[in-house]
């Protein structure tokens, strides 16, 4: 079945290191690949997402791009900002079907 | 903007109780979900509804029913609430895969059962 697989947390940068969180997936159709981000006592916002292969999705100085020969959507930042400290999910979207199957998640610490 | 919103943002309830999650979306989204979110294990999908009156199972539905009776509530019940249902539970709404596909979240239930 469709499944998605982020790297285990948690990430602790400095404020304006680079970031890289790797998001892998598996899907027996032509998904729809996702970020989305939860700050602490919050429910889950889209951060990016990208609809076909070789897509890029950006927001907020994040950056993913859809691969599809490597089954990858990897979240990028060339900056981050103790702001960014968060729970970052990869997930897909199943067209068929209407489900979307999440990551286990990965915990960003930024530290001033 | 889309806006999600959940009866509580923290619940304390006993082994045993009947325990009723509440979710109302204002956006007129036909699709609506509930997933609990655990750590280590990320988002599990309980439940899903795609239209009034309409349910379908997600991966965990064991101990857990859904209610839709109109188009912007979707509740989650759980019959009997057992130890092993304390979790966050977050509920979601879309619309149709074909036409969009974003989900938009409401700020979860923290549930305990004691």
């Known amino acids: 079945g469709d499944s998605v697989t982020q790297m285990e947390g948690p990430v602790t940068l400095s404020e304006e290191a680079f970031l890289t969180i790797n998001c892998t997936y598996t899907?027996?159709?032509?998904?729809?690949l996702f970020w989305y981000v939860q700050y602490p006592g919050e429910g889950l916002q889209l951060l990016l997402k990208?609809?076909?292969?070789?897509d890029k999705g950006s927001n907020k100085g994040f950056e993913a791009t859809y691969r599809k020969e490597t089954t990858s959507f990897h979240l990028e930042k060339g900056s981050v900002q103790v702001s960014d400290s968060a729970v970052y999910f990869c997930?897909?979207?199943?067209?068929?079907?209407?489900?979307?199957?999440f990551g286990s998640g990965t915990k960003l610490n930024v530290k001033p | 903007d889309v806006k999600v919103t959940q009866s509580s943002r923290y619940l304390v309830k006993r082994t045993g109780e009947k325990v009723f999650l509440e979710c109302v979306q204002d956006m007129d989204h036909e699709n609506m979900f509930w997933y609990r979110q655990d750590p280590g294990l990320g988002l599990r999908l309980i439940y899903f509804?795609?239209?009034?009156?309409?349910?379908e199972k997600g991966d965990i539905p064991e101990g857990y029913s859904v209610s839709r009776e109109k188009k912007e509530r979707f509740s989650l019940i759980l019959e009997s609430a057992s130890t092993n249902q304390t979790s966050m539970y977050l509920c979601?709404?879309?619309?149709?895969?074909?036409?969009?596909?974003?989900?938009?979240f409401g700020p979860g239930t923290r549930l305990l059962v004691l």
């Open positions: 990208a609809t076909k292969a070789d």
């Open positions: 979601a709404s879309s619309l149709p895969q074909a036409r969009a596909e974003t989900q938009y």
């Open positions: 997930a897909l979207s199943d067209r068929n079907f209407n489900k979307f199957y």
């Open positions: 899907a027996t159709g032509y998904p729809s």
């Open positions: 509804s795609y239209d009034v009156k309409m349910k």
